[in-house]
Structures are given as C-alpha cells and as structure tokens.
C-alpha cells in the first residue's frame, strides 16, 4: 500500500517538507531553515509544536484529503482499517477512534498527507515554512510578522486540522536567540549543537568506558565506535569542529584510564 500510495502524494508534498519522504533528511531540513535565516534575511521564526499529533489525526479528515488523489474504494477502505485496527496492549486490543497507530508501516504518509493539507494553506498566503514530521518553523522577516503568522497557523491546525498547538512549548523566537530545530541551534551566521544533545552523549559514552566493565581495550572501542560515527556524521552539519576536538581528547583520556585498569 505504502508503494503504491508515496509517489502518487510526492508530487503533492511542500517541497520544504522533510520528515519520512525518500532521500530527504534532517540535513536538508536543517540546511533550509538556515538558508531563508542567512540568505532571505527571515529573520524572525515561529517555533511550533503539537501535542500528540500521530496520536489526534482524525479518521475522515484522512479520508477525506486521500479522496483528492485516490478514487479507489478498495485503497480507502484499507487505510481506514488501518486506522481502525486498534492497538495491543499486553493480551488485549484497544479500539481507537483517532490517531493513526504510531509504529505502523503507512503512518508516516498518512501523517504528511494530513499536515501537507497545513503547508499549502501557508504556502498560498506566501508564509514560508520549514517542517520536518510535526517540527514546524515559519520563518519571518519581523517580529509583527510572526505574531501574525502564529494566529494564522494556530487556527487553521485547531480548528481545520483539529489538532492541538502546545502553547506552552509554542514560542517565536530570532536567529540573534537562536533556532531549535532536530537537534541543533541555528544562529544568523552559525548553527551549534543543542546542550542536551551533548550532555546525552558523554553520558552514553561514560556509561560504555566505564574502568570496571572487565573488557579489554579493543572491546570497548568496538563498543563505542558506531556511537561515535552516528554522532559525528549527525552533528557535522553543525559548527563544531573545536567541540568534536575537545570531545575527542576527552573520549581519548577515557580510553587511557581503561587502558592503564587493565
């Protein structure tokens, strides 16, 4: 169903749309957010977030938007026992009556299809946006702007979509304060590592070179190694080449500290 139904709604998708869409990534996402901040001097950004959006998306509004590109009964009355299926929990299944099951094979799609309905209403009221799944930036060039462009967002994805805008997350903010966006914190000139990001890797690498674990040196960096390539090849799109020097010698004094137990 899923390779039937993605290249039939990509030609539909925002083109700054990024989350669980072939060969796009968070890369590409982060690299628009700062291309509209850095080059169109947009400035001013509305950071959005949904509460428990997989978990809200209503089943007709989901069939209703399919039915625009998909006539096919059979196809409609597939997803719809999809979204019907219910949910395991230990020995017996939950119905559910909204949301599309978060796991699910189809649940990506059908979440874009649902939130691209939201990227073509701001597109045709020339807003631009940067959404990676239910990350939403709008980029602005004033502070007015933005104010204006959360109202317009906020009730077009409550009372359209009928999802719910966390308003307490929900901020608007400028590349002077920084963007927080998939892991990294965009500046005007310079995007950086979020602070959590980092604390969450040293701890995951104390917790694998560790003096007392009773492995060897060549274990414990085969251990550590695959950590180290998915951090590094994540977080290079940032600028961070004093930080992963510093990370380096202090995962290297580490290493030693094994070395000298054994």
Not at 6 to 24: C, L, N
Not at 62 to 81: E, P, W, Y
């Amino acid at each position: 169903l899923l390779t039937i139904l993605q290249p039939i709604y990509e030609e539909d998708f925002h083109p700054s749309s990024y989350g669980y869409r072939p060969r796009r990534s968070c890369h590409q996402a982060i690299s628009k957010a700062s291309l509209f901040m850095r080059k169109y001097e947009l400035h001013h950004v509305v950071d959005m977030d949904l509460s428990r959006c997989f978990d809200t998306l209503d089943h007709d509004l989901i069939l209703k938007f399919m039915r625009k590109r998909v006539s096919d009964g059979s196809i409609l009355a597939l997803v719809n026992k999809f979204l019907k299926s219910g949910v395991m929990k230990g020995n017996r299944i939950d119905e559910v009556t909204e949301g599309s099951p978060q796991g699910g094979v189809i649940s990506p799609l059908l979440a874009n299809i649902y939130l691209n309905e939201f990227d073509q209403f701001m597109m045709k009221r020339n807003y631009r946006i940067v959404r990676y799944a239910d990350d939403i930036l709008i980029m602005c060039s004033s502070q007015r702007s933005a104010s204006h462009a959360l109202d317009v967002a906020t009730d077009f994805l409550e009372n359209t979509l009928r999802l719910t805008v966390n308003r307490e997350k929900t901020h608007i903010t400028d590349g002077l304060r920084g963007v927080r966006f998939l892991g990294v914190v965009i500046f005007n000139r310079y995007t950086v590592i979020q602070d959590e990001k980092i604390k969450a890797f040293k701890m995951k690498v104390k917790s694998l070179t560790k003096k007392c674990q009773g492995m060897n040196l060549e274990m414990v960096i085969r251990r550590l190694n695959p950590l180290l390539r998915g951090f590094g090849n994540y977080f290079r799109i940032a600028n961070c080449k004093n930080l992963f020097k510093s990370l380096m010698e202090w995962i290297r004094r580490r290493l030693r500290a094994v070395q000298l137990k054994l």
